[in-house]
């Protein structure tokens, strides 16, 4: 095996993006996150700020609407009115991720990657999640003005649009644990004990992986 990938999903404040950092430092292998979207920018010339718009969020409209799967990989021409959509921002992303995948060893976090690269051998999926005490405890250090049930909407409303971005694009539920190999508490292990957790089972199902 070449190279491979990890997709790492989840929930608000459960410590996703700090156990990403960290295990990106641990592999010695680089983690996407934001950094996506100037990458998609660059190669689509769209304005960075309208990837930053529909980041993991969609609109209003599609908030409300049934699961289609929007997602079918195609990319459409900049003479197309539909060029700046948000469908086409999201596969602007999705091919970023797939070429990404093809061509080194990285981490990726969030953006439905773990439903774009499901049928790839060389792909671990990750899912992070806690209880929401542990979660809004989390928040509550970082977001020190804000009032607990400040803290609690927020957890709620975040969870729930990346939940709906997940079920608009791929027609599949975010937290359906078939959609991943390991399921973590960041809670139970903490940051570390999930960074060292996700190391030891990558032998595991990546078993043509060099160690």
């Known amino acids: 095996m070449e190279n491979y990938v ?30 996506l979207l100037r990458m998609a920018s660059d190669i689509s010339g769209i304005h960075e700020g309208l990837f930053g718009l529909a980041d993991e969020r969609i609109g209003v409209r599609e908030l409300f609407s049934s699961a289609e799967k929007v997602y079918t990989g195609e990319v459409l021409p900049p003479d197309s009115d539909d060029y ?10 999705a091919k970023l991720i797939k070429d990404l995948a093809d061509k080194e060893s990285c981490i990726i976090l969030g953006r439905c990657a773990n439903y774009l690269l499901m049928n790839r051998t060389n792909v671990l999926k990750v899912f992070i999640h806690a209880p929401v005490e542990a ?9 020190m003005a804000w009032k607990p049930r400040e803290v609690v909407k927020h957890i709620r409303e975040e969870d729930k649009r990346r939940a709906a971005y997940y079920r608009y694009y791929t027609g599949e539920e975010w937290r359906d644990a078939g959609a991943y190999d390991i399921s973590l508490d960041s809670s139970a292990l903490g940051e570390e004990g999930c960074v060292d957790a996700i190391c030891r089972f990558l032998p595991v199902f990546l078993p043509g992986l060099e160690k």
């Open 6 to 35: 990890i997709t790492v999903a989840r929930e608000t404040g459960s410590g996703g993006h700090n156990i990403t950092r960290k295990l990106s430092a641990k592999l010695g292998i680089p983690y996407y996150d934001r950094d």
């Open 84 to 93: 700046t959509s948000t469908k086409n921002l999201f596969n602007f992303q």
């Open 135 to 143: 979660r809004v405890a989390r928040v509550s250090e970082i977001n």
